[in-house]
Structure formats: C-alpha cells, structure tokens
C-alpha cells in the first residue's frame, strides 16, 4: 500500500536548477533513511545522496557543493536540490526509502522505489 512517487524532472539548461521530490503516501508506515540513485542511459545505477532519519546526509563526489537533500517528515517528503547542473547529471532519478508498515498487527520492514523521473541537462 505504501508508495513513493517522485515528481520535479525536467528539461533543463547547464548551470540550472531543479528540486526533485519524492512523497510515500499510504497508511501505517514510517521512513527511516532515505536515499537518491540515478541511472544514465548505458550506465550502472549510481548512489547520489543520503539522509538519514536524523537529517545526517551524505554525497557522492560527483556531486558535492551542486546537490543536497532534504526531507520533510511533516509531509513524508524528500527532496533533492540540483544547482549548477551538468550534462553530465542527465540521467533518470530515483528515490528509496527504509519503510516499516503495520499489517495484520505486524511490523514489516519493506524498501520501495520510486517510479524515476527524468532530468536532461542540455549544454
């Protein structure tokens, strides 16, 4: 039941911005550290950034001092800031979340995807 669903991909020039969001919807859940891959066309998925359930993050170097993330527990949000984007950051993003849903009296520890979206970088 619990989903996440990514939203903000785009068509972008080189040295702009996009914020990417993931939302998990459903009922009877919580989010524990969340996390942010993309996968270029031909190319291996690849770790962009961290966050943790105590807002630590992390970052792939490629990616220091352009990206950073965000959550919003409020909202079961999180977010990825791009700046100063680059041809090469053209690839389809996706979110992933450590989830632990209530079923049947139950607590199940579960890890989604989300669907990807696509950011294009043109120089």
């Known amino acids: 039941q619990v989903q996440l669903v990514e939203s903000g991909g785009g068509l972008v020039q080189a040295g702009g911005s996009l914020r990417l969001s993931c939302a998990a919807s459903?009922?009877?859940?919580?989010?524990?550290?969340m996390g942010w891959y993309r996968q270029a066309p031909g190319k291996q998925r690849e770790l962009v950034a961290t966050?943790?359930?105590?807002?630590?993050?992390n970052y792939a170097d490629s990616v220091k001092g352009r990206f950073t993330t965000s959550r919003d527990n409020a909202k079961n949000t999180v977010y990825l800031q791009m700046n100063s984007l680059k041809p090469e950051d053209t690839a389809v993003y996706y979110c992933?979340?450590?989830?632990?849903?209530?079923?049947?009296?139950?607590?199940?520890?579960?890890?989604?995807w989300g669907q990807g979206t696509l950011v294009t970088v043109s120089s």
């Open positions: 459903g009922s009877s859940f919580s989010i524990n550290a």
């Open positions: 992933n979340a450590g989830v632990v849903v209530t079923t049947g009296g139950l607590y199940r520890s579960l890890v989604l």
């Open positions: 966050i943790s359930s105590g807002d630590s993050t």
